[in-house]
Structure formats: C-alpha cells, structure tokens
C-alpha cells in the first residue's frame, strides 16, 4: 500500500524527451511507497481568465489530479533559459480561479535534464520562482540539475552509471522525507 501518491508533470511535449526518461528512470530509483501518476498537460488549451466561470473538462481533470496527489514532481527541460510555455500555461490553469490554487501547500520537487552541462538550472530557477508565488512547499535540498547522455539512460530509464543512480536514488528518498515533513504540519485537505 502505498504511502504517498506523487503526481509528475512532464515539462515537455516531444515524442523523444529526455525528461520522459528521467522521469522513468526517477520512478525506478524512488522508495517503494511513493505511488506515481502522470499529470498531462499537452491536452490543455492556453489558459485566459475568460474560462474561470466555466473551465474545460481537461482543465479541470488536471485540477483534480493534482486534488488526488500528496505531492508533485515537476521533470522539466529548459528553453530558452526558463521553462517550457505548456509547463507554464499547466501551471496558470492550476493556480487558478483565483482562491482555488491547485498548489496551495503541496509538498513539491523539481528536476531536469539537457543535453548540455547546464542541466536546466536555470529553467529550475524560474520553476522555483513560480512555485514560490504559487505557495508550494518545495524541496531545496538536494538540487539535480542531470546531464542526459544514452550512456547513462536507457529509454526506458534504466540508469547505466552507477554514480547517477545513486544521486537520484538519494534525491527521491529526500523527496520522500519531504513529503512526510510537510504532511505532518500541513495535511492535504
Ligand atoms: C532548447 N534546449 C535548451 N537547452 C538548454 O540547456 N538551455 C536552453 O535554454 C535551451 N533552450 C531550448 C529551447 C528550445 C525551444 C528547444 C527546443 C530546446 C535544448 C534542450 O535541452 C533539448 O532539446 C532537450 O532535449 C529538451 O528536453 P526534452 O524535450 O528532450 O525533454
């Protein structure tokens, strides 16, 4: 039985991501009793305050995942030294009608993988900054910031060097404990 449900968000829509097989390959490496569920967010329409009387049906199914996680992982790749548009636009969709912020207090962590050595820190800055104002309770500590190689991730993320997989095996056990810690002073309603 698990302990916590984690909903992932994706930050990328390419048929190749690489952040898909980071997020595969955390999901190997994460303790056992962190149950995961993909929140989708490529099936969104761009978000405007003219549908906050009346939102769509996959706006709010992505309201409603978020409702049934105890937590979320955010696996992003960087553009243009922030996060992708459809990551943002899932996030303006949830943070909103105003008074009914989908992040208020959830327990949260963020991660992503480039090709190059920068491994999207500066997209998770801008993640960061988001999740603040969105009043998530992030993890700080440990930061991944993954440089995506097929010599370390296999496709279906089997991680190939033994340093990474200790790294990420460590990075979801504190994301764990992160979860607990947050709970046990704010329960999710
Ligand atoms: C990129 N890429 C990129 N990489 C990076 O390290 N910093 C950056 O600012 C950008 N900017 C950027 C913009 C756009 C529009 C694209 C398409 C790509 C390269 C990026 O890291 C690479 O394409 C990854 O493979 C993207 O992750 P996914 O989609 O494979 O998960």
Request: glycine share 6%; with cysteine; proline share 7%.
């Amino acid at each position: 039985m698990p302990a916590y449900q984690v909903g992932y968000f994706v930050g990328s829509l390419s048929s190749t991501s690489v952040n898909r097989i980071l997020s595969k390959a955390l999901i190997r490496v994460a303790p056992d009793d962190l149950a995961f569920t993909e929140i989708p967010i490529g099936n969104l329409p761009l978000y405007s305050q003219d549908y906050d009387d009346d939102y769509p049906p996959q706006a709010l199914a992505l309201k409603e995942a978020i409702a049934a996680s105890d937590a979320v992982l955010f696996v992003t790749p960087e553009y243009n030294r922030s996060i992708p548009g459809a990551l943002k636009n899932a996030i303006d969709w949830a943070s909103r009608p105003w008074g009914q912020n989908s992040f208020d207090h959830i327990p949260a962590a963020v991660v992503g993988a480039s090709v190059g050595s920068i491994g999207t820190a500066l997209a998770q800055q801008s993640l960061r900054a988001v999740l603040s104002f969105c009043n998530a309770r992030q993890m700080t500590a440990p930061e991944a910031y993954i440089q995506y190689s097929p010599e370390t991730f296999g496709d279906d993320g089997e991680i190939r060097n033994a340093g990474t997989q200790e790294f990420l095996t460590g990075f979801m056990a504190e994301f764990r404990e992160h979860i607990q810690r947050v709970l046990t002073v704010l329960p999710r309603q």
